[in-house]
Nanobody, 116 residues
Framework: VQLQASGGGLVQAGGSLRLSCAAS????????MGWYRQAPGKQRELVAS???????NYADSVKGRFTISRDNGKNLVWLQMNNLKPEDTAVYYC???????????WGLGTQVTVSS
């Protein structure tokens, strides 16, 4: 498994979770890392992404509540999720864009469930 995500679970609305994703240390030249999510009956959507230089991008629905960060040297990325809402319930997928050779890697997904 090249991307291993963890940290999902069940939490009440207003609570927090921290997702972690580790890319294999043998993978070099990762440029972008990010988190996507897919709720039942919906398309997969971008939640947050971060470049190797630290520039971040967030979906409007999570701005101010979620924070993405990464450790380039260890191929790690985290997603701190605060003030969770029931509409955040989804399977969350870690993603990595590798430059050489160019490819898009996906983790298996971790379930996040927010109860009202």
């Amino acid at each position: 498994v090249q991307l291993q995500a963890s940290g999902g679970g069940l939490v009440q609305a207003g609570g927090s979770l921290r997702l972690s994703c580790a890319a294999s240390r043998t993978i070099a030249s990762i440029v972008d890392m990010g988190w996507y999510r897919q709720a039942p009956g919906k398309q997969r959507e971008l939640v947050a992404s971060i470049t190797s230089g630290g520039s971040t991008n967030y979906a409007d629905s999570v701005k101010g509540r979620f924070t993405i960060s990464r450790d380039n040297g260890k191929n790690l990325v985290w997603l701190q999720m605060n003030n969770l809402k029931p509409e955040d319930t989804a399977v969350y997928y870690c993603n990595a864009v590798v430059l050489t050779p160019r490819r898009n890697l996906w983790g298996l997904g971790t379930q996040v469930t927010v109860s009202s």
